[in-house]
C-alpha cells in the first residue's frame, strides 16, 4: 500500500472509505514547465483488500469530508498555501464540489477558507468527466484508475516478490491540478501533503495525511496509525525521530548516524520538491517511479531488492494524465 488503509487493523481512516487519502504526487506539468502537477488520491473502496466489510462502502466523497493539498513554502512544516475541497451529498449518481485557495494564516484554518476557485464542479463518474477551469488553475475531480503499483501479497510474506499487482485494474477518486508555479511559490522548493478531515459532533476531526507514500501503513506500529494520523508535520520530528531511527537501525542495520539521516528524509512527512531539480522521489514523485521498492530499500538499507513491477500501461499523455476508471471492479 502507499497510504491506502492507513488506519489501524488495515481499516479506513474513520472507518470510511471516502475519508482515506491513498497518495500524492507532485511533478512538473508535461504541458508547461512553468506550472506544476498536483494529484491527490482518495477513496479505494474497489480494491477489496481492506478488512473493511464490503457493503459498508461507499464512492464518491465524504459530504461532511474536508479535503486538503497543502503547501509549506518555507521550509517550517506548516502550511503557507493551501487548495481545500468539500462535496455535495452523493445523489442520483450525482455529486458537486467546491474548491478554494488559501495562503497564509487561512491555510492553516480547519474550515475551508480563501477565495473560492469554482462551487459545484461535477465529480466525474465516467470515462466522459473532463477537466474545469478553476481560476488560473486546471482542475479534475472524479474516478480514475490508481496509478500505484505494488505487489502487496509479496510485501506481507518476507518480500518474496509474487509478481502480482494488487493495484491493477482499480480505481480511487483522483483530485488533478496543474497550478502556475507563482501560485504555489515564487520560490522552486515547495513542501507538499494531504490531510482529510470530516465534521464529527459540531468538531472538525482529521483523520488521515500523509506525504510520502508507504509510510504509515508499514512503518507506525499498528496501536500507534490513527494517533499518526490526527497529528500535524510541524510535530514529526520530535514526535518520531528516535522511534524511527530505532526502526531503522533495527530492520534495516543502519548505524546510529545513518538511521537518523535516513529518518529524516521522511520526517516530517512532507513531500519535498525542488521544481528546478528532475523529479525523481523523493524529489516530488511522479506517477511512474516505483515507490513502493525504494520504500522497502530505505527501510532495509538496501537489503530488499525491486519487486519487477512496471507503472500501468493505461496512464494518459494529457491532463489529467491518471487512466480513464475501469470498467471491473465497478
Known sequence: MSNHYSAANLKFPGDDARLDFTD???????????????????NPYTTGMSAMPPFLM???????????????TDGDAQADAAFTF??????????????????????REPEPSGEVLITDTPVGFDDAAQPVAAGPVRLFVGVRSDPFFADADGSFHGFAWTGQDAFADRNILSIVLEVPNEM?????????????????????????????????????????KNEYNSRQPVDDVANYLDIW???????????????RAAALIVLPDI??????????????????GDAFSARFAWMSNGKIGSQGLKPHDDLLAEFPYLGVPNVYPV
Open 24 to 42: 500524492l504526487f507532485v511533478f512538473a506539468s508535461p504541458d508547461d514547465p512553468d506550472k506544476t502537477v498536483l494529484v491527490a488520491d482518495m
Open 58 to 72: 461507499k464512492s464518491g466523497f465524504h459530504p461532511d469530508g474536508i479535503y486538503r493539498i497543502n503547501i509549506d
Open 86 to 107: 468539500v462535496f455535495s451529498e452523493l445523489v442520483d449518481g450525482r455529486q458537486v464540489g467546491t474548491a478554494y485557495f488559501a495562503t497564509g494564516p487561512g491555510a
Open 184 to 224: 504555489l511559490s515564487p520560490k522552486p522548493e515547495i513542501g507538499v501533503w494531504v490531510s482529510v478531515s470530516v465534521r464529527r459532533g459540531g468538531a472538525i476531526v482529521q483523520v488521515d495525511r500523509g506525504g510520502h507514500p508507504t509510510i504509515n501503513p508499514f512503518v507506525s506500529p499498528n496501536n500507534t
Open 245 to 259: 531511527s530505532k526502526f531503522l537501525q533495527t530492520n534495516g542495520g543502519y548505524s546510529a548516524d545513518d538511521a
Open 271 to 288: 513531500l519535498r520538491y525542488d521544481r528546478s531539480r528532475p523529479v525523481e522521489y523523493p524529489n516530488g514523485r511522479s506517477l511512474t
